[in-house]
């Protein structure tokens, strides 16, 4: 079994930071990409960031120069620094792994059940 468990969310103020870590665990042979969602009751989950295995990054625009994914392959763990946080920014966030279990298994999708982080003063 595959677990994606998802740390660090919490309450901060507006312009402070917040480090998300979500790490895989089980029995893993090999993590592709690993992206960051967020969803706001009522709307649809979005993507915020991603990052390959070979360490390429994306990011949604509204988080560009804000927010920063890195990954430690040894470790099967993804991270999201957030920096100078804005109200909008509130959301429960989710991490997505694709992942093989074995040498000669497909690919997979997996998530984790997300944390939740509010921007508040």
């Known amino acids: 079994q595959v677990q994606l468990v998802e740390s660090g969310g919490g309450l901060v103020q507006p312009g402070g930071s917040l480090r998300l870590s979500c790490a895989a665990s089980?029995?893993?042979?090999?993590?592709?990409?690993m992206e960051w969602y967020r969803q706001v009751p009522g709307k649809q989950r979005e993507l915020v960031a991603g990052?390959?295995?070979?360490?390429?990054?994306n990011y949604a625009d509204s988080v560009k120069g804000r927010f920063s994914a890195s990954r430690d392959g040894a470790k099967n763990t993804a991270y999201l620094q957030m920096d100078n946080l804005k109200p909008e920014d509130t959301a429960v966030y989710f991490c997505?792994?694709?992942?093989?279990?074995?040498?000669?298994?497909?690919?997979?999708?997996?998530w984790g059940r997300g944390t939740q982080v509010t921007v508040s003063s």
């Open positions: 089980g029995s893993i042979f090999k993590v592709y990409a």
């Open positions: 997505y792994a694709d992942l093989s279990t074995t040498s000669t298994m497909p690919r997979k999708n997996y």
């Open positions: 990052i390959t295995d070979d360490g390429g990054t």
